[in-house]
């Protein structure tokens, strides 16, 4: 491997650790029960089973977009 490819290397994995990725903590407080389909399958996909179980969720655009599908069921705070 020659040293530039090395450096560019080393270099992305150094600015990947330093950005701190950010972490939602997503609290399941409603009910899905009688509410659509659709959103039932949202509620488990962010990984929510229970209610007052609470997930951590890399902060995403679709993490995003699915908690504001269901944000009268889900309680979210920002970690990091």
């Known amino acids: 491997m020659s040293r530039g490819a090395e450096e560019r290397r080393s270099r992305g994995v150094e600015e990947q650790g330093s950005r701190g990725a950010k972490v939602l903590r997503i609290t399941l ?4 029960i009688g509410y659509s389909y659709r959103q039932k399958r949202t509620v488990r996909a962010l990984g ?3 209610m007052h179980q609470t997930v951590e969720q890399k902060d995403t655009p679709v993490i995003r977009g699915m908690v504001a599908k269901v944000r009268h069921l889900v309680a979210v ?3 990091g």
Request: hydrophobic share 20%; proline share 10%; aromatic share 0%.
């Open 29 to 32: 407080t409603k009910s899905p």
């Open 48 to 50: 929510l089973r229970r």
């Open 77 to 79: 705070e920002e970690i």
